[in-house]
Structures are given as structure tokens and as C-alpha cells.
């Protein structure tokens, strides 16, 4: 019965609804600090699975755990500590909402 038709299909606009509700949305990751460019306003850690994550900061970007350190720069001297960063996504850029020290480095 369906032999020699096409089937069209519109498109999903469900999938873009789908996307954009991910893009927004406020997601972790946890690793171990490699370093900061505090210039670039740059967080680097080391994730679980051995590969480098980037996440881009503001000075709104709060710092909270073992330390007392407020800001994302005041870490730059600590690589090596164990944090969990909380990020949204914007196309392809990571941006930390939140950083939280689980373990500082000794």
C-alpha cells in the first residue's frame, strides 16, 4: 500500500523545544581543577573521564565549600582540588553559575 509514495513529514519544532530547554538549564560537572585564566575569565577542570572542560565566568559566579575564597580567580593558585562546577550552555560555550570546592588540595 505504501509502494512508490513519499511520506512528508513537517518539521519538529519539538525537537527545538527540546534543545532550547537544555540550553537554559543549569547542569554540573565535577573534576579536578587544572587551572584559571583569569584574564580570559577561564575555569579549567579535568573530568572524570580524563578530558579537559572549559567554562567561561563572570564575577557573579559564586565560589562556595571548604575554602574562603569568593571568587572563580581566587582559585587560580589551587590546582589540583576537587570542585563541582554548576553551568548553563549557550550554543557551544559552558558558563559556571557556581563553584563548589568538594575537596581542597593540601
Do not use: C
Request: proline share 1%.
Amino acid at each position: 500500500a505504501w509502494a512508490g509514495q513519499q511520506l512528508r513529514l513537517g518539521p519538529s519544532d519539538g525537537g527545538r523545544r527540546a534543545a532550547a530547554a537544555q540550553e537554559g538549564e543549569v547542569r554540573t560537572a565535577s573534576g579536578q581543577l587544572v587551572g584559571v585564566d583569569a584574564t580570559a575569565q577561564v575555569l579549567t577542570i579535568k573530568g572524570g573521564d580524563g578530558n579537559d572542560l572549559r567554562f567561561s565566568y563572570s564575577d557573579a559566579t559564586k565560589v562556595t565549600g571548604e575554602l574562603s575564597i569568593s571568587t572563580v580567580a581566587g582559585l587560580s593558585a589551587r590546582a589540583g582540588t576537587q570542585l563541582t562546577v554548576h553551568f548553563t550552555t549557550k550554543g557551544l560555550q559552558r558558563m559556571a553559575t557556581q563553584v563548589d570546592v568538594v575537596s581542597a588540595r593540601r
